[in-house]
C-alpha cells in the first residue's frame, strides 16, 4: 500500500490559461499566483487558491508533447493530474512499479513547485 500525504492539488489541462483563468478566479473566487512558463516541461501553468483548495492551470506550449496531445483530443479545459504530497518520491515510485502501476515518470523530475513523477492509471 502506498501511503499518499495531503492532496497538494487537482491540475486542469486548458488550450489557453488566460481564456480559461476568469472562470476560476472571477466565477469561482481562487486567487492566481503568476503565470509561470516551464520550458524543459513546454507548459505554461498558473496555481489558483489557498492551502486548503488548490487548482493549477496547465497550458501546453507544444501541440507535440504529452499535454498538448491531451488538450488536442478534448478541445477544451480538463482533468488532467491529480497531486498527492509522499514522503519519499523515488521509494513511491519503486513501490508503485512492483505493483503494476504504469509509470510515466521512472524517476522525480523538476515540476512547477518541487519535484514530481507522473503515472497513469
Do not use: N, W
Not at 3 to 10: I, K
Not at 92 to 104: A, F, K
Amino acid at each position: 500500500m502506498i501511503e499518499l500525504g495531503p492532496l497538494h492539488h487537482v491540475a486542469v489541462a486548458v488550450p489557453r490559461i488566460e481564456e480559461t483563468l476568469p472562470f476560476f478566479r472571477d466565477t469561482l473566487g481562487l486567487a492566481p499566483g503568476a503565470i509561470r512558463d516551464l520550458p524543459d516541461q513546454r507548459v505554461r501553468v498558473v496555481f489558483l487558491g489557498d492551502d486548503r483548495q488548490r487548482i493549477e492551470l496547465v497550458q501546453p506550449l507544444d501541440p507535440d508533447t504529452g499535454v498538448g496531445r491531451f488538450v488536442a483530443e478534448r478541445g477544451r479545459p480538463a482533468l488532467h493530474h491529480v497531486c498527492y504530497v509522499v514522503d519519499d518520491l523515488k521509494g513511491t515510485l519503486v513501490r508503485l512499479e512492483r505493483q503494476g502501476i504504469e509509470l510515466i515518470d521512472r524517476a522525480p523530475r523538476h515540476g512547477a513547485e518541487g519535484d514530481v513523477a507522473f503515472g497513469s492509471r
